[in-house]
């Protein structure tokens, strides 16, 4: 394998990982803070990239429509947990699974319903739709780096608004002892709302960001959720910064993986077997890490101070 | 009420029922397909290109009114089971037709023939069925899975590449298809890559592609995958420096998603859209009129499925009791097939002309494959000779 496959491997799996963590982050901190297992989290992404293609059909402008989504992302969220959610709260672990398993497949029935079942997609805007030239064989889209970017930002917004804002610090301690944040007379209803708004809007962002790349599908969303729990249970729970280097660890080994453990294995058995057995690998590796998180390290690799 | 009254009144409900079902001789279909999850596109093209020719013959099959009892396998195999015993046992359905995948024909194929019940395949072809365990009660109207593939690689021969990239995703069918490819394929095959069934982000594999030196690539990634694969290979620039060849990968199912990113590329097939002949020609423009959309294969096999029905129904008179009398007016294929020519093999396979295909926009800016050339005439599959009926 070639220097620049390798990188441009490694850029591929920095863009996943930011994907991922604009999915995680939004799940850690409602799991986080406010102890409520949210699988409609998923869906969230689904309902942003089917936004950004249907507000690019009513504007036909991808700017336009990408404000548009978010906003509408952060108003479905509010809405989602003053309808349900905010009911959820004190009832069992298992009541939450079920009640929001209902919306996943509310949610996924009504984009089939509204969108109908076939894959859509939406052009790559055209200010980001060229490729980059990296080597004679070689071009990478400008659109991938500019996702890269456009992650990044987030993940230091995201960190600076967590470590340094008043309302992150009311996260922070929210996440560890609510009743006292209660306690001292913060608004923690106005707060899980806050969070659970963002959270949405962030899901919503990372839809909108893989419109262009990925196909928008009914149920797009249920298998990037199952990742995106992987990432906060490696990153630790509730930790922001634990999601952002779980997320980009499983972004480069889930990318990295796939190319590198058929070709490893080629060096010790023969080409078919390892085209047998390396993909079946490759997929499984980000779960064995997790599993070996797990064993070794149960609180995640950066655990939020004081979570218990 | 009396106790005597109540068992009178039972007794006049119990004759009433007992009567309706007496009465009700309507041709009864069951149709087992996939209606749920991201491959609902599929079960609907084959419900609606069903329903297209049933409707055509005012609900008639060979002269008699039909009962289509549709369900969905929601592309799992116990509620596939579940569906087609039901059809079987409750209903006692004439015909099951059914389905879009393998792994669900596999769930549902025991039980249906085992019920000496003919079940007809509008879509779903697997080599297990074709040889050694092939079925008096089986028929299949599309193709078998192998035979896109080696027409692909027959393909691959006549344009003239030599080295190139396969890639398909990592289950049955994805190696069948492999296979089949390289079964015909004279060239070198440069990768061959398994991706994960479903996979998201292609990112990795068209680095490998554009390093790989190949002409072309060859590949099958039915539904959502074929749509971000293509998207992604034209993001990438690949467009310009290699050619795109695939089965099931480009067709009208994924290219409303695919536009102007899949045109010019090359498939292979049993039929297209715009075929020239008198029966295709109404047949497309009259779905197009009821659905609003370009009808793909998998209406085209339903349509076709029907109307193979309605000969055989037709040629028996009506009574289905006689099994091997229905089973003689199936295999005849009386019909006319909107893909020109077609008959059935000793293992219930069918024999048809197999094609070149490409992606193109029509002039109201919809996107379907076109007919190129005639690669392969009649053609059989492989594994008939193992059959023995």
New interface residues.
Partial sequence: M?L??FL??CL?GL??GLLLFLIAAGLTLVFGVMGFINLAHGVQYMVGAYLIFAFTGLTGSFWLALVLSLITALLIGLLLEYVVFRHLYSRSHLDQVLATFGIIIFLNELA?VLF??????I??PELL?G?IQLTE?????V??LVTIGVGLVVAVGLFLTISYTRTGMLIRAGSTTPEMVSALGVNVKQLFQIVFGVGAMLAGFAGVIAA?????????GD??LIIAFVVIIIGGVGSIGGAFVAAILVGLID?LG??LV?EALGLVFN?SMA?QI???LA?MLIYILMAAILVFRPKGLLPAKGAT | MKPTLKIATGAAVLSMLMGTTALAENLKIGMVVTL??????LG?QIVDGFQLALDEKGGMLGGQAVDLIVEDDELKPDVALLKATSLIEREEVDFVVGTVFSNMLQAIFKPIVESETFLISPNAGPSTFAGNNCNPYFFVTSYQNNQNAEVSGMVANEEGFENVFVMAP?YQAGRDNVEGFNKTFEGTVTD?????L?H??F??EL??M??S?ADAVFTFMP??MG??LV??FD????KD?MKFMSVFTTDE??L????DAAVGFLAAGNWAPDMDNEANNAFVSAFEEKYGYIPGGYAMQAYDTANLIDSAVAATGGSLEDKDAVRAALKAADFTSVRGDFSFNNNHYPVQDFHALTVVKRDDGKFHTSFVRTVVEDYADSFASECGM
Wanted: net charge positive; proline share 10%.
């Fill in positions: 070639s620049t496959l441009i491997l591929n863009q996943y089939k109908g079942p076939a894959t859509l997609s052009d790559t739709s490729s064989q070689l071009r990478y889209p659109y991938r262009p790349i990925f196909a928008i599908e009914p149920g797009m298998n990037i990318t796939r190319s058929t080409a085209n390396g993909p079946a997929s | 749920s999850g991201p491959p609902a596109a609907q990592n061959e890559v398994f991706t994960p479903g998201q982000d990112s990795a680095a490998r554009s390093t030196g539904g959502g749509v971000r998207g992604q993001g990438a620039g690949l420096s199912t994924t409303p998603g695919q536009k």
